[in-house]
C-alpha cells in the first residue's frame, strides 16, 4: 500500500478530483496553503495499491497545469528618503507536488 499526497493549485482541484473518483479512487481533500504566495492549495490524500501510483500520477499530470504570475517583492528598507519600486518578479506557479510514501492499513 502507498499513501499519496499531492499537494495542488485550488483552481485545479476540482477536476483533478473528479478524475479520480471516475476511476473509482476514494480521494481525501483538505484546504491547505502555500507558504511562498500564500495562496490556497489543496492537499489530496489518496491510499492506494503498490500497481495504481503510476495511473495517480498520470491523472494529476494531465489535471494540474503550471501558469506564470507576476508577483511584486516587499521593498528593502531604504535609508530615508530613497524610494525603490519594487519590479514585479515572474514566478512559475501551479502544477502539482506529489509525495509517495509506504503505508499500512489498519482497519478498527
Not at 9 to 34: I, Y
Not at 83 to 95: C, I, K, M, S, T
Request: charged residues 20%; proline residues 6%; hydrophobic residues 40%.
Amino acid at each position: 500500500m502507498k499513501l499519496i499526497l499531492a499537494v495542488v493549485q485550488h483552481q485545479d482541484s476540482g477536476n483533478l478530483v473528479d478524475a479520480l473518483t471516475e476511476q473509482s479512487f476514494r480521494v481525501t481533500r483538505l484546504s491547505s496553503q502555500g507558504g511562498f504566495l500564500r495562496e490556497g492549495n489543496v492537499t489530496l490524500l489518496l491510499s492506494v495499491d503498490d500497481a495504481q501510483v503510476n495511473a495517480v500520477i498520470k491523472t494529476v499530470r494531465e489535471h494540474c497545469s503550471t501558469r506564470t504570475r507576476y508577483v511584486s517583492p516587499m521593498p528593502p528598507i531604504a535609508e530615508s528618503g530613497e524610494f525603490y519600486p519594487p519590479a514585479p518578479l515572474e514566478v512559475q506557479v501551479g502544477g502539482a507536488t506529489v509525495f509517495v510514501l509506504k503505508a499500512e492499513t489498519t482497519r478498527l
